[in-house]
């Protein structure tokens, strides 16, 4: 039985929870909180190289022997203990967890499908990549958002395929999610010293707690991140490897400069749009991804290295845009842009690119202005499928860029404008400084025709380009309501949106973030 085999029928169990009146979105959240007390247990089997995490009278044994209302209650007064635990750890999983299960007999027979499962196999094939299964599985399948901070597998290897983290190295991810960025990095790592075998103690202790740091803004999402990567052996410090917080206020702030920052930061503008509540952020934005990106050049060692998913208006939105981009050339290598191809990510019509860039620049790490020369542009997007569930985004999709990208992390390999094309056909070109200058700093630089772009037969489905159009027209009407208020016309902006909201049906302020 493979992994793909036991996610789906993990997913299944969620139509018992169903029938005890749980949401569609809390499935997961209901099921992981009874997994991980089976995959805690099962890791530990046949496996000396684990101890168990949970005390003795919360472990699966003491949940499978009982059953009718007994099992019930002891499971919620469980709960609660753990979320007393004296391991800092197991009491972040577990805080505030409780279930929503009213049925004795659903309890029951969750348990009964779980005892059910070829855990052998899965334990073969390891529990971590099981559970980030079911996380992949709830990210595609469920519409209440999860694929918000779900970034594809395939993307994710192969930027740490490229930025190669080394041993020894501290590892960043300020918009954790799941701790996806931070999992691959460490099964990298894994690969490349034999599992760890190839290092010292003091080394495998450091890769265990001190290698890896995340943080995450969402109680529920750090709990899943924190049972991932500790189902991944990864054990992090007394708050574990994802701490509970916002990279954009002073949990981000406190944090030490880094070697390697890996990220996929929120879409979308801050709560209120007042921005971070940062005073060490040069450039005060209300727009997220634009303080993220602040927070990861700021954030890194000299000779640091980072790549960061973003979307597209971070490339060419005007003002703090121009200004935070001018910053990030003056003080950063930004050797390497990938423009992703469209319907990769979960939230419809957002284009989205990969940036690679090195604190400092080739010569001098602790240089400060003036790093970037030029950036070599990859674009992936321009005459590529429509990804989605029928036409799935894999890792083949990846190769040539891989390959133009080089196996120097920092963009310093031999490259050359020869990939399927020559020169303005290429997908792979290079821009000056200069250039970019002249193009008032903006890198949202194309240049193939889309074959596609006149054929109706390959025209994208409906929803993906109404959703590409209204992401576009949000984008632009925060310009303009940005553009309002440094004209001194805020009565205007809020007379507008009102008006707006009374014609689109919708309370005020339910479209902020």
Known sequence: ??????????????????????????????????????????????????????????????????????????????????????????AAIYADAQTRLKEPRHLEQLIKSLDGIDWFSAREDGLGDLYEGLLEKNASETKSGAGQYFTPRPLIDSIIRCIKPQPGETIQDPAAGTAGFLIAADAYIKSQTDDHYNLDEKARSFQRNRAFVGVELVPGTRRLALMNTLLHGMEGDDEGVVHLGNALGQTGANLPRVDVILSNPPFGTAKGGGGPTRDDLTYRTSNKQLAFLQHIYRGLKPGGRAAVVLPDNVLFEAGVGTDVRRDLMNKC??????????????????????????????????????????????????????????????????????????????????????????????????????????RGDSLDISWLKNDSSVDAVNL???????????????????????????????????????????VMGLELGASNE
């Open 333 to 438: 290598n930004l050797h390497t842009i990938l423009r992703l191809p469209t319907g990769i990510f979960y939230a419809q019509g957002v284009k989205t690119n990969v940036l690679f860039f090195q604190k400092g620049s080739q010569d001098n790490p602790r240089q400060d202005e003036a790093c970037t020369q030029r950036v070599w542009i990859y674009d992936l997007r321009s005459n590529m499928p429509s990804f989605g569930k029928r036409t799935p985004f894999g890792v083949q999709h990846l190769d040539t860029f891989e390959n133009a990208y080089g196996i120097d992390p920092n963009g310093n390999s031999r490259r050359a404008e020869n990939i399927e094309g020559i020169g303005e056909l290429s997908r792979f070109r290079v821009f000056t400084r200069d250039q970019i200058h002249e």
């Open 1 to 90: 039985m493979t992994n793909s085999d036991i996610v789906q029928k993990l997913w299944n169990l969620c139509d018992v929870l169903r029938d005890d009146g749980i949401n569609y979105s809390d499935y997961v959240t209901e099921l992981v909180l009874l997994l991980f007390i089976k995959m805690e247990y099962e890791q530990v089997q046949n496996n000396d190289a684990f101890s168990h995490k949970l005390p003795a009278g919360a472990r699966w044994p003491d949940l499978a022997g009982k059953s009718g209302l007994n099992l019930l209650d002891y499971y919620r007064q469980l709960l609660l203990d753990l979320g007393k635990n004296s391991d800092p750890l197991i």
């Open 460 to 502: 994208p489905a409906p929803e993906v380009l109404a959703g590409e159009a209204m992401a576009e027209l949000t984008e632009a009407l925060h310009e303009l309501e940005e553009l309002m208020k440094a004209l001194g016309a805020s009565d205007e902006v809020a007379a507008q949106k009102q008006l707006m909201a009374e």
